[in-house]
C-alpha cells in the first residue's frame, strides 16, 4: 500500500523544535543522536528497529561508538510522508 506524501509540513515543525533537520539535498529529515557510549547507541537502535520493523518503516542510519545518524524518508512516496513523523517521534521518545 502506497503511503501518500506529506502535505501539512506543519508535522515537521516540533521534529525540527527537537534536533531534527531538513536533508538539503532530498525530501528527508535527519538527526544526530549522541550517546555516553557504544551500548546506549546500540540499545537505541535495537528498541527503534523493533518499531521500525512492526511499522514495516525503516531508516536510513548509521552507528559509529557513540553516534547514531538518522534520516527518515519514504522510499516508496519519495518523499516524507506520515510514517516519517511517526518513525521520528518514536526515536526520540526512546532516549
Wanted: hydrophobic share 40%.
Amino acid at each position: 500500500m502506497k503511503v501518500p506524501k506529506l502535505t501539512d509540513r506543519s508535522a515537521l515543525e516540533p521534529l525540527l523544535n527537537n534536533g531534527w533537520a531538513l536533508d538539503t539535498g532530498r525530501d528527508a529529515i535527519t538527526k544526530t543522536y549522541i550517546f555516553r557510549n557504544f551500548i546506549e547507541a546500540f540499545g537505541f537502535m535495537t528498541r527503534a528497529a523493533l518499531w521500525a520493523e512492526k511499522w514495516d518503516h525503516h531508516p536510513e542510519w548509521s552507528n559509529v561508538y557513540k553516534t547514531v545518524d538518522v534520516t527518515l524518508t519514504t522510499h516508496d512516496a519519495d518523499g516524507l510522508t506520515e510514517l516519517d513523523i511517526k518513525l521520528a517521534r518514536k526515536m526520540d521518545s526512546l532516549i
